[in-house]
């Protein structure tokens, strides 16, 4: 039984649908897990300020993992890696060695430098939280959750090795076992422990999911060597540098909204994030997905020089992202109350929470295509080596992000009219709290600049690309908004 579950794991897939959907599948069980987690949060405390607390002390520990763990990143490290086992497995164990030694001293020292000033970061960072009845919940939790981005880096760069294999099976399983330790956590130790019992579970659910990847690795397998391959390393960390930067830029950009949601009323960061993660639902199991099972292939071609082979895969994948997600926009923002209430409506979750959570999905729903395609452009250069035209795109947008809100949050509390015309367009006139509105869409708003700006750099250069995407586009949105009007 074990060695037939080994064996289904470890099976290779090199077709890009067959992996996609392969990939949407277990993506499509880690979402439900994810809405069953979210569902028990909501139940248990609704959308106030020990959930706000819970949200919060994420923020560090993602930080470090987008800026440290982004070195062994399944995006930076496959290209590499299929270079060298295409010439031998023995520089292939070299490179990884190399890569391993580096980040294991790099995240831990890291981590270790944060426990140490937890405190203070997050007295400046959310003086709101710290002062409040859950401050000293919120330090002991945010240390806790310090090992997470320890153990999701190792995770990521085994992950990057049983990519290069084209074994996605692990890959699509993990987040499974992540959302688990999760829900461990806050059925079973919450009750025990407080609010520490959480953050205990997403360190279980880390552990889960680098034990979920450890499942497919035999060789190259990584070990400790010293000193280290500084100029492997300086060759991994020049390319994963603009990534680091870009991504850290867009997890710069969501602290500074979820700050400025702690600053709102009470609440605002769970409403934030209970619509971000529904949102977040479309997302992995269409652009992530395809993504994902695209990457290795469009590398290899770019590697191999062949260019229009290269187009082909991004043209299909970037149809059919938009065959999925066009219908998934309209149905989200047209049925947003009631997958609201379905998911999350139970308990301490009350009408309210629903309607403005019901509100803020709309908003983050509108770029959904955006937010995938976006992920399609950013593979599709990283696999032509081009790292530097994503960064410089990507962190102009993580501050168009800021920008964004802090405008509209003006605006919204400055112009009546404004703020009657969103109450009325979303259904929330005389609610409490629709200041956290103008979050998702600064977030929305940015992400279309950013998904347009790459359109346009990638058909410049490809001009095949955008006629058959754009037909794709509007057939999907006129069958669909079609079949809405006449229901």
């Known amino acids: 039984m074990v060695s037939r579950i080994l064996r289904f794991i470890n099976k290779e897939i090199s077709g890009l649908h067959e992996a996609a959907y392969l990939l949407a599948f277990f993506t499509f069980l880690s979402q439900v897990l994810g809405l069953f987690r979210d569902r028990v949060l909501a139940h248990i405390f609704g959308a106030g300020l020990a959930l706000d607390t819970y949200y919060s002390a994420f923020r560090i520990p993602d930080l470090i993992f987008v800026s440290v763990a982004s070195i062994v990143s399944v995006s930076v490290l496959v290209p590499f890696v299929i270079e060298r086992l295409e010439r031998s497995e023995g520089e292939a164990k070299r490179f990884v060695d190399s890569i391993f030694s580096f980040f294991s001293v790099l995240i831990i020292l890291v981590s270790a430098i944060c426990f140490a000033f937890v405190p203070w970061l997050l007295a400046q960072l959310f003086p709101e939280l710290t002062s409040s009845a859950y401050g000293a919940e919120f330090v002991s939790m945010t240390r806790i959750m310090l090992l997470s981005p320890i153990l999701l880096g190792f995770s990521n760069l085994f992950a990057s090795i049983a990519q290069a294999r084209h074994r996605f099976i692990s890959y699509a399983l993990s987040p499974i076992f992540y959302n688990a330790g999760i829900i461990i956590g806050v059925v079973f130790l919450y009750p025990k422990m407080g609010l520490k019992g959480l953050s205990l579970g997403v360190v279980i659910g880390a552990v889960l999911h680098l034990l979920c990847q450890l499942s497919t690795i035999t060789k190259p397998f990584p070990s400790f060597s010293f000193p280290f391959d500084f100029r492997t390393i300086r060759e991994v960390v020049g390319l994963s540098f603009s990534r680091t930067l870009a991504l850290s830029g867009s997890q710069l950009s969501t602290l500074v909204l979820i700050i400025m949601a702690a600053i709102l009323a009470s609440g605002s960061v769970a409403v934030f994030n209970f619509a971000w993660n529904l949102q977040s639902v479309p997302l992995a199991l269409v652009g992530v997905s395809y993504t994902v099972a695209l990457f290795p292939t469009i590398s290899r071609l770019f590697s191999n020089g062949e260019r229009q082979k290269f187009l082909e895969e991004m043209t299909v994948a970037a149809r059919h992202i938009t065959f999925w997600s066009v219908p998934i926009i309209i149905l989200f923002i047209v049925l947003r109350a009631q997958i609201v209430r379905t998911i999350l409506g139970s308990g301490s979750f009350d009408w309210t929470d629903t309607r403005l959570t019901a509100a803020a999905l709309a908003l983050f729903s509108i770029s959904i295509l955006a937010q995938s395609l976006i992920l399609l452009f950013v593979r599709g250069y990283y696999a032509g080596g081009n790292t530097k035209k994503p960064l410089v795109i990507n962190i102009i947008a993580s501050l168009f992000v800021v920008i ?77 908004s079609r079949s809405v009007w006449l229901s």
């Open 404 to 480: 964004f809100a802090f405008g509209f949050l003006r605006i919204f509390r400055e112009w009546e009219f404004f703020r009657y015309f969103i109450e009325s367009l979303l259904r929330v006139p005389e609610v409490a709290g629709t200041e956290v509105l103008m979050l998702p869409l600064g977030f929305s708003t940015a992400m279309l600049l950013n998904a347009a700006v790459f359109w346009y750099y990638f058909a410049r250069r490809f001009k095949e690309f955008s006629p058959q995407v754009n037909k794709t586009f509007f057939e999907v949105f006129s069958l669909v």
